[in-house]
């Protein structure tokens, strides 16, 4: 067996702790500083740093918008690292990031507990989002039919993705067996969600604005909006409709017409006024006068006569909404509580390292 003389063996021996120190750093570069990068952990879960950047060029209208109200700044190459009286735009924009993603994160994870998913890492959507855009330019290809676009956006297929995951874990918790007295409690303290709409009379005084010959006149507009002011004042305080009705009836040969209107938007079978008089009466209290109301061929005053409460919705005819509003609070306060108690770690050389441009 040959030796290798000393100084030969000091060469070979540099060359090969120099390619192992090459080694280490591609990779460390490539733990730290590429794209799939862990950046943040929740519940010992990875974040890439591409996940997060996604993320965060979201926010940077938001941030924007924010910065130009409350401190007028205008959108320059120093607006993202500007210190605005203690607030920086792309720390701001990082932290709302973090914020979200967290929640993201979170959802993720009680959404895979309960086997609604299987795979939450980035590298699995990415490969999702490349065959399914795969498989529906291959169906347009074919001519068959596709729901939704020929081709997702990262974006797009993200929010289809994470509903559905969201809704699937909403459906779980509802077949989880829920006590009639939970949701008792639930309809009865949120009961006026459940109110039926109150049942408004109204009296209403019109006046035409056609003339013979059925056109608009707007001479007889004029006059017509006159006679109203003065009616209304009258009516207003207290002089009966039919008492003016008679004396104002053929004053300068105005077509006045008179009417009484039941507005009962709970009975299916009475014919509904699909007109905005209703919505006006809603904002009147009994004895108000409105203020002129014109329409197509006509202007006119109303006042409520009696406003009669009809109730609320039992609890058995809404009781599918009631679920699916208690559920959707369950959720929230459920994610709410995990976010708060979420383990969450940061790579804080490379959070710091991410911008926006």
């Known amino acids: 067996m040959k030796t290798i003389p000393s100084g030969k063996k000091i060469i070979v021996l540099s060359i090969s702790m120099f390619t192992v120190m090459i080694l280490i ?3 460390n570069s490539v733990s730290y500083s590429g794209w799939d990068a862990t950046l943040v952990t929740v519940n010992h879960e990875p974040v890439t740093q591409r996940e997060f950047k996604q993320v965060l060029s979201k926010q940077r209208s938001d941030v924007y ?4 109200r409350k401190y007028g700044a205008s959108d320059n190459k120093d607006f993202w690292t500007h210190n605005y009286e203690g607030e920086v735009p792309i720390e701001i924009a990082r932290k709302r990031a ?3 993603i967290v929640r993201i994160k979170v959802e993720q994870l009680l959404a895979r507990e309960k086997g609604v998913m299987d795979n939450i890492h980035d590298a699995h959507f990415l490969k999702k989002l490349k065959n399914e855009n795969k ?3 291959e169906a347009v290809a074919n001519n068959q039919v596709i729901y939704g676009p020929t081709t997702y956006s990262e974006s797009g297929y993200f929010q289809y993705i994470h509903s559905n995951m969201v809704l699937r874990v909403k459906q779980l918790m509802m077949e989880e067996n829920i006590s009639m007295e939970t949701l008792r409690h639930f309809y009865e303290d949120r009961k006026e969600t ?3 709409e109150d049942q408004i009379r109204i009296h209403k005084i019109a006046i035409s604005l056609l ?4 056109h608009d006149d707007q001479k007889i507009k004029e006059k ?3 006679q109203l002011k003065i009616m209304k004042d009258q009516w207003a305080h207290g002089v009966y409709y039919d008492d003016f009705l008679n004396k104002y009836k053929h004053t300068d040969h105005l077509d006045m017409t008179y009417e009484e209107v039941t507005f009962d938007k709970n009975d299916p079978n009475l014919q509904e006024r699909v007109d905005h008089v209703y919505d006006i009466s809603k904002t009147l209290t009994i004895g108000q006068v409105s203020s002129i109301i014109e329409d197509k061929d006509s202007v006119a005053i109303i006042k409520v006569v009696a406003i009669e409460p009809q109730g609320y919705r039992p609890l ?14 369950t959720y929230q306060q459920l994610i709410d509580q995990l976010v708060k108690e979420a383990d969450v770690r940061i790579h804080e050389n490379m959070y710091k390292k991410i911008k926006l441009r």
């Open 65 to 68: 918008s924010y910065f130009q």
């Open 98 to 100: 973090l914020d979200t």
């Open 224 to 226: 017509s909006q006159e």
């Open 211 to 214: 003339d013979e010959a059925g």
């Open 25 to 27: 750093w591609r990779v």
């Open 194 to 196: 459940y109110r039926l």
């Open 316 to 329: 058995d005819e809404v009781m599918y909404h009631v679920q699916s509003s208690y559920i959707d609070e």
């Open 135 to 137: 498989r529906r330019q």
